[in-house]
């Protein structure tokens, strides 16, 4: 098993996601604790340290399926991260509440790793707001030894991020982004690594394989990379791009079965980084497989022409997100924090914006799209 060096600590470069894991009859509260522990054996014996759960995997079962797995093993051969669940704007009144449940769930005394869970628009003024005392109180945890090493995830813009950093930098030991090869351009993951190494802090990847759509490829494009690395699997492209990134520590892959886990941990027996070749034809698979997506500029041309002062940019882009993932929850919550005469369906549908559109965009209908599908 490849490792990286985290302060003192040796952690596996790949780590066990607990949001994923294999459940009974198909219902995702109803955890398959038997088969979860049979891989938390292998992954044990075959070198993976890092587990990560949360509050609200598996309907708030991954803690206790995570923590009975983990029981069997001495508590110093295993690191185990969760996380204060942010994305539920409920849950900021009750950060001491949560992590004391967090703690017994999991039957432990300390967490190695705790995180902000996804710092992102709908939520960020609520982290910042000292009235709910969350900063506060992880910090003292960090001092009680109850938390060993403090960090954050994102699913926010870049901007978000830097918010964030530029009120709680100083004290965050590393953070968890969405990366991989698809989103290194269409997430604007490229930006958010650069913003993490500008401030020196490791980089935890979580989605990988982007919820297992980079895990199969269309033929043309799998056939593209075999060319490069014959002994390769297409999943083993995604984690061998991922091995190319500067301050990539700690790659997450939330494996639902025995054979992914096997396979997986086979591919970090060795780190093969990417050449600037294959990295180039990498990105150029991905960018064919976004070939349906708007190709909004963000030049903003058509903002000043909207009468309903639309931020139409950011709306195309979690268009294009929540189109081509088929759903999922990122354009939802980042609508959260956009009020209700700035959504998608205040669009009246007048074109305005379409007149001065160099890329010819037909706006009006994707608005109409973007608010017919997050009302299904």
Partial sequence: MVCKDFQDKKL???GMGAMRLPVVGGDDNVIDNEETAKMVAYAME???????????????????????????YQRE???LADKFPGYDLSNMPKVREIFEKQLEKCGVE??????????????????LDPKYGIYDYLIEQKKAGRIRHLGFSAHGGVEIMKRFLDAY????????????????????AKEKVKLLNDHHIPIWVMEPLRGGKLARLPE??????????????????????????PGVTVILSGMSDYRQLQE??????????LSEAEEETLLSVAD?????????????????????????????????????????????????????????????????????????????????????????
Wanted: proline share 5%; with cysteine; net charge negative.
């Fill in 12 to 14: 596996s470069a790949l």
């Fill in 46 to 72: 075959h070198g993976v340290n890092y587990y990560d759960t949360a509050w609200g995997y598996h309907g708030g079962n991954s803690e206790t399926a995570m923590g009975k797995a983990l029981s069997r």
């Fill in 77 to 79: 051969s295993y690191f």
């Fill in 110 to 127: 300390y967490f190695d790793f705790y995180l902000f869970h996804n710092v992102c628009e709908m939520n960020i003024d609520a982290y």
């Fill in 169 to 188: 930098g100083e004290d965050m030991e590393f953070c968890q982004i969405q990366l991989n090869y698809l989103d290194w351009s269409f997430q604007n």
């Fill in 220 to 245: 043309a494009g799998a056939e593209r990379l075999k060319a490069h690395r014959p002994d390769e699997t297409v999943p083993a492209w995604a984690f061998r791009f991922l091995q190319s990134i």
């Fill in 264 to 273: 997986n941990i086979h591919t970090f027996e060795t780190e093969r980084p």
């Fill in 288 to 376: 064919g497989m976004l070939s349906d997506v708007l190709p909004c500029t963000a030049c903003r041309y058509c903002v000043s022409h909207c009468p309903k002062g639309l931020n139409i940019p950011m709306l195309l882009d979690l268009y294009n997100e929540h189109s081509f993932t088929g759903g999922g929850f990122i354009a939802p919550m980042a609508l959260m924090a956009v009020p209700s005469e700035k959504q998608p369906s205040a669009c009246v549908g007048c074109r305005s914006c379409e007149k001065v559109c160099p890329q010819q965009i037909k706006i009006s209908e994707a608005m109409s799209d973007f608010a017919q599908k997050l009302d299904a």
